[in-house]
């Protein structure tokens, strides 16, 4: 049986005429946290959104597996059907649908099975408490009028509630205060077990002392220009991207 | 293909076409023979006769509106305004004709009457077919029934109130309505009585090429309050039909009354409703306005504030699609002091629909401390629909506080992304939106309106991709 979940094999992408990926290669097996450095504008966000086939960006070349099936041509809804997940770095603001209206639907259109009601408010409302979250925003509508925080965390929540195969998390960490930070961490070592996998994309690694990273990536100019363990991060908060920059 | 499938399903609820196996219709077209004959079969008193000629007269003298839609494709030739159907009104389901019993059976009202509501009428193309109301609200004097019987029975309060709020002059289409009226329904709540479950009237145009123009007149007396709710619906035919109904409310002092209405015609429908409501001090009228369906639609709901303190909120949504002008709006006078007035509405267009957002608000001299607040709010699916705001705002008093607010949008890229990125079809993540859109609208209907006002929105939706 195979642990694969996530292989990029030499990825090239264009967000409209510029060149941003320029031949990534990277392999999630089941289990494993990896994380993704780089500095501004070196391509992290494109690679999230380009595994999850954002129309804003196009792939020129190379393949995206997801246990060991092609999903490069995939719609980003089928994507979400086979089980990845991805934190926005800005979630959008839907008025009139409430966040429990809005998770029970995608929970329903995600797994494709009748979402019992009674549970699932209950389900809910646990990771609400494990999240530090106002349990009024529950019959808000979904990140409007959230804090930045808030919103980061309604991102966690709606990773745990669709608990999928693979959660990549884009920049979640950023703008937040340590408390937050805490809680975000929480959430990933909730979610966190051996069959499932996360991709953490930052620039700051005060979100990884508390996890246990297998694998670094540090990104600059759309390559992957060196991985190592967890202690590759530590050595970036000290010096920086500097000598991984041309 | 499934998807399909379900679309036809559901339409079929609305667009069930019965045969059209009326016990009279009137021969189309509009002249003096033609209401004497209405008039005749209907059994008017003279002086409802008399009031349809005069009526006929003013239609003749009177032209089309030089705004808004055009309505120049309506030949009042081509209409038959009076279709009697079989049966006469009852008081029980069981004895209202079988086809005619089944399509409200497939609308749901029956059972509505059930669950949720202390009276009902149903009207099925020129007459009431049913009506029922509560026995402990006959005892507390409510009256509810249709207009025909109310004009035999009550006629000094129907002469009173009939067409003095909505004058037969108002326009060309309320002329028509005076001279050709069958059908709708009477309320009277008396002075003190709180109505506290609603009271629902459903219209249903069966006949191809014909013309639905109810009266509803309701009188909320002093202290007073009422829930009424109105339905309209038909089925879709290649030519055009007509509904021109009229409606009237009396909102008398210390009364309140919420009217509640979703219209969902057919496509091939000319909605040219007139609503208007008189607000005495400290009384409060609210509309709660859906508009569906139709290929034109001009309605503009009108509260007169006439007293001291009085209120009024509109809370209204319209929905356009493909080959749709829908023309909607509200219309408010402050004529008196300390008066005010809310107005939130919102509209849809795709596929080509064209919405219009045309108001009026008018602030008296009589009117100083009143207030007026308009928010109003399109959202266009795609680039080839049209929204437009028209507002006519006449303040003639210092004294007021005043805002109006028009917003346009479009769903945006990265929303519809956001939603597919949890497992929404691009079809899903819109109705989605849409739904949300139209929440603080669908909150304020009865529930089952609420629901039948997503699954309208579904529908249009699923129509713009299949």
Redesign the interface.
Known sequence: MSNSLLEIKDLYVNAEEKEILKGINLKINKGEIHVIMGPNGSGKTTTANAIFSNPVYTKLKGKILFENEDITESRTDEIARKGIFMSFQLPEEIPGVSVTNFLKYAKNKVTGQPVKIFEFKKELQKYMEELSMNPNNMERSLNVGFSGGEKKKNEILQMLVLNPKLAILDETDSGLDVDAIRTVSKGIEMFKNENNAVLIITHNTKILRSLKVDYVHILVDGKIVKTGSGELAKEIEENGYAKYKN | MAKTQVEEINRNIYDIRNKDNYDYKIKKGLTKEIIEEISKQKNDPDWMRDFRLKALEVYNSLELPTWGPDLSELDMNEIATYVRPKGKMASSWDDVPEDIKGTFDKLGIPEAEKESLAGVGAQYDSEVVYHSMKEDLIKQGVIYTDMETAVREYPEMVKEHFMKCVPVNDHKFVALHGAVWSGGSFVYVPKGVKVDIPLQSYFRLNSPESGQFEHTLIIVDEGASLHFIEGCSAPKYNKVNLHAGCVELFVKDGAYLRYSTIENWSKNMLNLNTKKALVGKNAQVDWVSGSFGSKISMLYPMSILNGENAKTEFTGISFAGKGQNLDNGFKVVHNAPNTSSVVNAKSISKNGGKCTYRSLVRITKNAPKSKSSVSCESLMLDDISVSDTIPTNDIETDEVEFSHEAKIGKI????I??????????E?AKA??V??????ISKELPVEYAVEMNNLINLELEGAIG
């Open positions: 945006s890229d990265k929303t992304f956001y939603l597919m990125s949890r497992g929404m079809s691009e899903d989605m939106i739904r949300g859109f139209a929440y603080p």
